[in-house]
């Protein structure tokens, strides 16, 4: 390999113009021939460098609407040629291939093209056939060429030309990076044909993400972690207003809180709370000030250090309630003028603004690790309403507990298992989560509303009169029994369970109403 490469011919040709000012003044001190197409080739000539058109050079037209210019024996004979390998060498001669030691290229916009809704066939000539193929040619014979696929890149390379050349370890670097690139975009073409198709698991699974930052530490501070962002409203494109960088447990957490907001009804201002990726309050209310509050008292002890996320614009008086305690960040669509001033205030706060809700039913997959393998599904967009549950007991629900156990479903989705959610007039009132057993979340739920009465100065815990509802089926009657005792009226769950008729004489003898969704949402 080459210690260091002065590069004599560069073949240059960019979607992304930014930044080209910056190449071409590495380029122009150097004795180097500049190949290029379009224009790429104006704008380079425009800002001072001799260029070649790429047809010249191989001697054959750009045909076929551009689809065909650089897929030639002289491009890639010029980028694949080992120039320490003699039978290399007299091909190159023979065939009057010149050596190309310098490639700069960026893709068609596919990914943009995508993005922005425009038609199939549109999308289709987005497509990169001639980039790929070059900068996979110049990547592979890395020890040969230095393959640049940024803008971001140009500053790096100027510093080496400066300096002498462009070094071993620089072009190894710059070819991991291309082949990055290159297999990043063929992800991207292959899961919108796949997405077109209406295929959910396709036979080889491809997924890519641009690495938006990397974190001081994972889960813990042994373990390395980087996030990697992807387009459309969510954690990954919100702007952080203010506020230290964000951990791997803040966005994990922050993505969690965001998530369960939107997947609430869009129609009322509502909040929630997160600590660990589990909530520990969820309300709706006439304002974001009046959610937080109702949300807060479910368990003001965990509340301290959350997450909290809004649906709606934050302003100054949710922004003065939501500061009453110390949150690690808060996420929300927008946050008018007078709410951001309050949250300068607390300047270790985060504050995220999305610009939107993330759009909820939409096609995704749901990526685990396992060892050796990965586990992979669509994500629960699963979601009831009341035309979709089943009144199984004697007693219907009434209005108010309907409206409060399609709410509490809705929640449960977004707890961890065994999870159950009481819930009374638009707020939890108790949480149990990630029990090993469903009656144990029953009473870890009942047990957090007491606390919650006693803090709040309550005569009794609000589970009294409250609807409770269960993540899978009850296996037994207890953990009813277990909500009973803790006062809910009406209980929400799947149910499917081979005692189903077992819970529903308990549910009739306690003269609880109980309705069936026929759903299931563990969360593990």
Request: hydrophobic letters at 45%.
């Amino acid at each position: 390999m080459t210690d260091v490469l002065v590069p004599r011919r560069a073949l240059i040709s960019v979607s992304d113009k930014s930044h080209l000012d910056t190449l071409a003044a590495a380029l122009k001190p150097l004795d180097i021939e500049v190949l290029s197409t379009g224009g790429t080739a104006k704008a380079l000539s425009d800002l001072g460098l001799t260029v070649k058109e790429v047809a010249d050079h191989t001697g054959f037209p750009e045909m076929m609407d551009g689809r065909v210019k650089t897929l030639h024996p002289k491009i890639h004979g010029g980028l694949l040629a080992l120039r320490d390998e003699g039978s290399h060498v007299e091909a190159m001669e023979a065939h009057a291939i010149g050596p190309i030691d310098l490639l700069v290229v960026n893709l068609y916009p596919f990914e943009e093209t995508v993005a922005r809704g425009a038609p199939w066939d549109d999308v289709i000539e987005n497509i990169d056939i001639g980039g790929p193929a070059m900068i996979r040619s110049a990547a592979k014979n890395h020890a040969h060429v230095a393959v640049v696929t940024s803008p971001d890149d140009y500053a790096g390379l100027a510093q080496e030309l400066a300096q002498g050349g462009i070094t071993a370890d620089m072009r190894r670097r710059l070819a991991a990076k291309a082949f990055s690139r290159t297999a990043s975009y063929d992800s991207a073409i292959s899961g919108y044909f796949n997405a077109e198709l209406g295929t959910a698991l396709p036979e080889r699974l491809t997924a890519a993400g641009a690495r938006g930052e990397l974190l001081r530490y994972g889960e813990n501070p042994h373990q390395e972690a980087a996030f990697y962002a992807s387009t459309g409203p969510s954690i990954a494109s919100a702007e952080q207003v203010q506020g230290k960088a964000l951990s791997f447990n803040n966005l994990n957490d922050t993505d969690a809180a965001f998530s369960l907001v939107c997947d609430l009804d869009v129609e009322t201002p509502a909040v929630a709370i997160i600590k660990h990726a589990n909530p520990c309050g969820v309300a709706m209310g006439a304002s974001v000030a009046e959610a937080y509050q109702k949300a807060f008292e479910c368990d003001q002890v965990s509340a301290f250090g959350g997450i909290i996320a809004a649906n709606r614009t934050i302003d100054a008086a949710s922004a003065e309630a939501i500061t009453g305690i110390f949150p690690e960040v808060v996420i929300a669509p927008a946050a008018d003028d007078a709410a951001k001033a309050v949250f300068a205030k607390k300047k270790n706060l985060r504050l995220l603004l999305t610009g939107g809700l993330m759009e909820q039913g939409a096609a995704g997959l749901n990526i685990r690790s396992l060892a050796g393998g990965l586990l992979v599904q669509t994500q629960d967009t699963g979601r009831i309403t009341q035309s979709d549950v089943r009144v199984v007991t004697k007693r219907a629900p009434a209005d108010a507990e309907m409206a409060d156990m399609i709410l509490a479903f809705r929640i449960a989705k977004h707890v961890k298992s065994n999870a159950i959610i009481y819930v009374k007039d638009g707020a939890t009132v108790g949480i149990g989560a990630g029990q090993m057993s469903r009656v144990d979340s029953s009473r870890i739920a009942a047990r957090k509303a007491v606390d919650a009465a006693e803090a709040l100065g309550l005569e009794s815990p609000r589970t009294q009169g409250s609807v409770v509802a269960s993540d899978a089926f009850f296996p037994f009657a207890d953990g009813l029994l277990a909500a009973a005792e803790a006062g809910a009226t009406a209980i929400i769950q799947p149910g499917g369970s081979m005692r189903d008729d077992e819970v529903i004489a308990a549910a009739d003898d306690a003269g609880l109403a109980m309705v069936f969704t026929g759903m299931r949402h563990f969360r593990h």
